[in-house]
Nanobody, 123 residues
Framework: QVHLLESGGGLVQAGGSLRLSCAASTRTFTRYTMGWFRQAPGKEREFVVYINWSGSTTYYADSVKGRLTMARDNAKNTVSLQMNSLKPEDSAIYYC????????????????WGQGTQVTVSS
């Protein structure tokens, strides 16, 4: 069982930055690929980025490439998402997720989810 807790969401103007964090309560953090997903009102939850167990590999959705950066700290059981040059279309609830099925981009392949944190980007 893995419990995930996100923090760091909020309201920011277009072009601004936010940093999200996710803390995982597990003794086997390095077992998991970690991902960030987001869901806007009326839309399906979509993949944003994942990072492999060591932090050496990341994969971003095209819509966020070059603006968002994911990192992990295995000593602290945390992942982060640095979001720069934010756009109104980035507004959504952002979810941290964990999977032990390898490198995955689909919602169904992630075993564990946080409760989400709201990001709102005003124009």
């Amino acid at each position: 069982q893995v419990h995930l807790l996100e923090s760091g969401g909020g309201l920011v103007q277009a072009g601004g930055s936010l940093r999200l964090s996710c803390a995982a309560s597990t003794r086997t953090f390095t077992r998991y690929t970690m991902g960030w997903f987001r869901q806007a009102p009326g839309k399906e939850r979509e993949f944003v980025v994942y990072i492999n167990w060591s932090g050496s590999t990341t994969y971003y959705a095209d819509s966020v490439k070059g603006r968002l950066t994911m990192a992990r700290d295995n000593a602290k059981n945390t992942v982060s998402l640095q979001m720069n040059s934010l756009k109104p279309e980035d507004s959504a609830i952002y979810y941290c997720a964990a999977t032990d099925y390898g490198l995955q981009t689909t919602v169904l392949m992630y075993n564990y989810w946080g409760q989400g944190t709201q990001v709102t980007v005003s124009s």
